[in-house]
């Protein structure tokens, strides 16, 4: 939208009405009203139909470059002043989305949801749960370390999912055909799962990085912040891609958003490289309260260098103290205790 046309619709701000009053007195000067049709007008010579705009201030119209060259003389102050005004309403407005934005990526994220068996909330270590490409359930190691019974109480022999009840895979392969059938029907893990297949370049999958970001933001798309994450680290560390930290951060902080602790991690500390000491102590503070320990130690290390308070890092503490409560089962430890692969935090 131009700056005229937002005139048109009405200013909300004291230098937005400064800018339509030089607006107003140039369209007065370029414009001619015949039986209330508005008719633009040179305003070096006054006649119709002038469709030659002044290249810097974008209002005022000439019927030809002589007449813009005759009046530039003229113009020149009106046209300093419009174009000083459009850009301290533009650097307000830069102003404001700035803070709109900030608003919205230091909230906290809600929790990841609860596995669908214990409904315990599920650990935010990859370890601490299974997807299961039988019905796309994320399930605790808890519940898939767990004995599965029948109707009657015996305990099944045939590995089956605690979920739906379907036989387990027998193979890899089976589990990537039953994947596949998850992707048609837009599944967001399924989907991150093959995009990594292609950026690995595995299971039956050439490689191509390319490929790999078509799923991996499609995966996004469909709400899974994780997969923001893996296209946020090819471009902070040009895997697959040229290196580009703009767009690392833009993706990293899509993750944030939609509750990746990884990525406040990693926000976090490029916020401390650049010296901007409160903000990453703010993403390090949201990635604890999601039980990213590695963001605790962060806090730890910027009470010890003087980046944070002593305050700071005992809320941490508790913070994460809290999650530890909210995620523990002795199910979870039995599972975690059998094997490493189990470990939930």
């Keep these: 939208m131009s700056t005229s046309d937002e005139c048109k619709e009405g200013a909300s701000s004291k ?20 039986d209330d049709v508005v008719v633009s007008v040179c305003a070096n010579c006054g006649k119709e139909g002038a469709n030659n705009i002044c290249n810097k201030c974008q209002v005022t119209r000439y019927c030809n470059a002589v007449c813009k060259k005759v009046h530039k003389k003229k113009h020149k102050k009106d046209c300093e002043e419009l174009i000083s005004l459009a850009t301290e309403k533009r650097n307000e407005e830069l102003k404001l989305y700035a803070e709109l934005h900030d ?9 990841a949801e609860d596995c669908p068996i214990c409904f315990q ?12 490409s039988c019905c796309s359930k ?3 190691v808890g519940c898939i370390h767990a004995p599965v019974y029948d109707s009657q109480g015996n305990e099944v022999d045939e590995k089956k999912c605690p979920f739906c009840r379907v036989p387990v895979p027998k193979s890899y392969e ?23 297949y292609y950026k690995d370049g595995r299971n039956g999958y050439p490689q191509s990085y390319a490929k790999a ?9 469909l709400g899974y912040a994780k ?20 767009k690392g951060q833009h993706y990293f902080e899509q993750a944030a958003m939609g509750g990746s602790e990884f990525a406040r991690f990693m926000l976090g500390n490029n916020e401390l490289r650049a010296g901007n000491m409160d903000r990453a102590l703010k993403h390090h503070m949201i990635a604890v309260r999601s039980g990213f320990v590695e963001s605790l130690n962060m806090i730890k290390e910027m009470y010890s260098k003087g980046h944070a308070t002593k305050e700071d890092y005992m809320k941490a503490l508790q913070s994460y103290q809290t999650y ?10 039995k599972a975690a205790a059998d094997r490493e692969d189990y470990r939930y935090y």
């Design 138 to 140: 994320e399930i605790c």
């Design 121 to 132: 909330r599920i650990p935010t270590l990859d370890s601490g749960a299974t997807f299961m």
């Design 213 to 221: 970001l078509e799923y991996w933001l499609r995966a996004g798309e």
């Design 15 to 34: 230098s937005s009405d400064d800018v339509c009053d030089v607006i107003g007195k140039l369209q007065n000067m370029n414009t001619e009203d015949k």
């Design 324 to 333: 530890l409560t909210e995620i523990k089962s002795d199910q979870r430890d």
């Design 174 to 196: 089976e589990m990537i055909e039953r994947e596949k059938n998850l992707v048609d029907l837009d599944d967001p893990i399924a989907n991150f799962n093959r995009g990594n």
């Design 103 to 111: 608003k919205e990526l230091f909230k906290q994220p809600p929790p």
């Design 227 to 246: 997969a923001y994450n893996s296209i946020g680290v090819s471009y902070h560390k040009g895997v697959g891609f040229k290196v580009d930290m703009k």
